[in-house]
């Protein structure tokens, strides 16, 4: 049998990681079947949700990496 006496740095590391378990469960929200241009972004030691939504456009023509939008470019 064993014993469930554990030290303090255990029920830290225990803590910590219920923690992390729960942070990750909260931010798979942001990525499942999240809507074009929002998501999840690493900065530093943190991740931050964003949403970023483009009217269409030049602008979005030019930066969308969506295959079936991009425009093609002729070079002369």
Known sequence: ???KN???EQ???KAEVKGLQQQIHEQMGYIT???TGSGLI???GSIVPFVNKM???LL???NTTKPSDRI???TH
Do not use: I, Q, R
Request: proline share 8%; with cysteine.
């Open 11 to 13: 029920k830290d590391l």
């Open 33 to 35: 079947n999240a809507p």
């Open 1 to 3: 049998m064993m014993s």
């Open 42 to 44: 690493k900065c530093g």
């Open 6 to 8: 554990y030290t303090e």
């Open 60 to 62: 979005y023509d030019l």
């Open 72 to 74: 093609t470019t002729k």
């Open 55 to 57: 009217p269409k456009g």
